[in-house]
């Protein structure tokens, strides 16, 4: 069971970020969270980060042409990339949203996502959490397909 971790803009400066919105941790720590949390489910991860949009389009591609489950983070993207929404519409096995904060309870602009209709599920405001649940539902997700 092979998952592709795929983060958007700003994420790799994280301890640079508003603390009270996104708590008190750096990237490499998010990336270890993820590898750990995968490794504990059995699952193969690899985690990937990009600034930009071009890059991160080019990941979907290839999740797609390899049928990889993809769980993605697009960051500002979420809110108004139509390129990453299309891109993630080609994909061929499942992908789950997710975000460390709850865009809902924050600016109004952040409370549209443009990938949230579709992906199979979205999880948001956990922290790490959010990747640990994220990992959990997709490994469900892929037993389930295997039946
Ligand atoms: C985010 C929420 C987005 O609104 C924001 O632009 C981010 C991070 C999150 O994980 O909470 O960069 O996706």
């Given at each position: 069971?092979?998952?592709?971790?795929?983060?958007g803009?700003?994420?790799?400066?994280?301890?640079?970020?508003?603390?009270?919105?996104?708590?008190?941790?750096?990237?490499?720590?998010?990336?270890?969270?993820?590898?750990?949390?995968?490794?504990?489910?059995?699952?193969?991860?690899?985690?990937?980060?990009?600034?930009?949009?071009?890059?991160?389009?080019?990941?979907?591609?290839?999740?797609?042409?390899?049928?990889?489950?993809?769980?993605?983070?697009?960051?500002?993207?979420?809110?108004?990339?139509?390129?990453?929404?299309?891109?993630?519409?080609?994909?061929?096995?499942?992908?789950?949203?997710?975000?460390?904060?709850?865009?809902?309870?924050?600016?109004?602009?952040?409370?549209?996502?443009v990938?949230s209709?579709?992906?199979?599920?979205?999880?948001?405001?956990?922290?790490?959490?959010?990747?640990?649940?994220?990992?959990?539902?997709?490994?469900?997700?892929?037993?389930?397909?295997?039946?």
């Open positions: 069971m092979r998952v592709l971790v795929i983060n803009p700003n994420l790799k400066r994280l301890d640079l970020r508003e603390k009270s919105v996104y708590g008190n941790f750096d990237y490499k720590t998010l990336e270890n969270f993820v590898t750990g949390a995968a490794k504990e489910l059995g699952i193969e991860s690899e985690i990937r980060q990009t600034d930009d949009e071009a890059e991160l389009i080019g990941w979907l591609h290839e999740a797609a042409d390899k049928k990889l489950p993809v769980i993605i983070n697009p960051a500002a993207f979420t809110h108004y990339s139509y390129a990453i929404r299309d891109a993630v519409l080609m994909l061929k096995a499942p992908v789950i949203e997710v975000h460390i904060s709850n865009p809902l309870s924050r600016e109004e602009f952040r409370h549209t996502s990938v209709g579709v992906v199979n599920g979205t999880i948001s405001g956990f922290g790490l959490n959010s990747y640990r649940l994220a990992l959990s539902a997709m490994k469900n997700l892929l037993v389930d397909l295997a039946k």
